[in-house]
């Protein structure tokens, strides 16, 4: 079993930057691929992020590729996502998975989620 608990959202400026963090229980953290996927308003969840075990892989969605960066702490436990130069667009519930295996695009991939951060860019 493991817990994840998002946190770093919040409201910012379209251009601003934030740092989202998700902490997880257990220790076997070092164990498990980890991703991050949004959910905008009324849309479906969608991959974000993701990295390998290691973390020497990493993978990103086109919208957010060299904005957004993605990192692991096997130590404290902790996968980040760093975003940087944010659009209204990205305005979403920011959701964190831990996957054993099976495509980091896809949510059936994930067996643990967090329960979302909200970060909202204003233009």
């Known amino acids: 079993q493991v817990q994840l608990v998002e946190s770093g959202g919040g409201l910012v400026q379209a251009g601003g930057s934030l740092r989202l963090s998700c902490a997880a229980s257990?220790?076997?953290?070092?164990?498990?691929?980890m991703g991050w996927f949004r959910q905008p308003p009324g849309k479906e969840r969608e991959f974000v992020a993701g990295i390998s075990r290691s973390g020497s892989s990493t993978y990103y969605a086109d919208s957010v590729k060299g904005r957004f960066t993605i990192s692991r702490d096997n130590v404290k436990n902790t996968v980040y996502l760093q975003m940087n130069s944010l659009k209204p667009e990205d305005t979403a519930v920011y959701y964190c998975?831990?996957?054993?295996?099976?495509?980091?695009?896809?949510?059936?991939?994930?067996?643990?989620w967090g329960q979302g951060a909200q970060v909202t860019v204003s233009s």
């Open positions: 257990g220790r076997t953290f070092s164990s498990y691929r």
């Open positions: 998975g831990a996957s054993t295996g099976g495509s980091y695009y896809y949510t059936d991939s994930y067996t643990y």
